[in-house]
T-cell receptor, first 115, second 115 residues
Framework: DAGVIQSPRHEVTEMGQEVTLRCKPISGHDYLFWYRQTMMRGLELLIYFNNNVPIDDSGMPEDRFSAKMPNASFSTLKIQPSEPRDSAVYFC?????????????FGQGTRLTVV | AQKITQTQPGMFVQEKEAVTLDCTYDTSDQSYGLFWYKQPSSGEMIFLIYQGSYDEQNATEGRYSLNFQKARKSANLVISASQLGDSAMYFCAMRSISGYSTLTFGKGTMLLVSP
């Protein structure tokens, strides 16, 4: 398996624009996580899915953020409208079902810059 | 709620020496997993080692070992025979084994290995 695949790797956009980040989890993994990493706040969990169903979105900073998982092999994180404070590295990760004792595999991340 | 504390923002070690990176945690769960990840300057998150709360033996993976002290709620990472390529950010994380479970991360420790 190619691992967790995220696209794009880098995104530069202007304030107010819509941004869509994409993720393909590892085949067979039932959990999918979206994390945001900044210098100030470290790694924050934004939302996670189990079997394509959002379980906890309490980490989503505000209504400008939304995430979907239409099927087991694809998820998106959308920011509309984007703001400079959204600049961060966004990671997608996946892990196996009932996998509290196994690791999550991370994608390469998307570095988002909002100017 | 789970909490991970890494009190060392940065650590320095000479090549070929051993180094210990500290991690303490707080949880009300009875069963949980502890993880260490490495993040080199390229940005990806690399899983290093796992320890289950029910494991009586400390986990080892090559040059990595985990010094697990359950009563003290600590899960320190020991890297033996440091190499220049070990220079990176290191994150401690934990996850409940029961029910829906996410990875909670500490703030990380930056390790610099000098020749």
């Amino acid at each position: 398996d190619a691992g967790v695949i995220q696209s794009p790797r880098h995104e530069v956009t202007e304030m107010g624009q819509e941004v869509t980040l994409r993720c393909k989890p590892i085949s067979g993994h039932d959990y999918l996580f979206w994390y945001r990493q900044t210098m100030m706040r470290g790694l924050e969990l934004l939302i996670y899915f189990n079997n394509n169903v959002p379980i906890d979105d309490s980490g989503m900073p505000e209504d400008r953020f939304s995430a979907k998982m239409p099927n087991a092999s694809f998820s998106t994180l959308k920011i509309q409208p984007s703001e400079p404070r959204d600049s961060a590295v966004y990671f997608c990760a996946s892990s196996l079902r009932q996998a509290g004792d196994t690791e999550a595999f991370f994608g390469q991340g998307t570095r988002l810059t909002v100017v | 709620a789970q909490k991970i504390t890494q009190t060392q923002p940065g650590m320095f070690v000479q090549e070929k020496e051993a180094v210990t990176l500290d991690c303490t945690y707080d949880t009300s769960d009875q069963s949980y997993g502890l993880f260490w990840y490495k993040q080199p300057s390229s940005g990806e998150m690399i899983f290093l080692i796992y320890q289950g709360s029910y494991d009586e033996q400390n986990a080892t993976e090559g040059r990595y070992s985990l010094n697990f002290q359950k009563a003290r709620k600590s899960a320190n990472l020991v890297i033996s025979a440091s190499q220049l390529g070990d220079s990176a950010m290191y994150f401690c994380a934990m996850r409940s084994i029961s029910g829906y479970s996410t990875l909670t991360f500490g703030k990380g420790t930056m390790l610099l290995v000098s020749p």
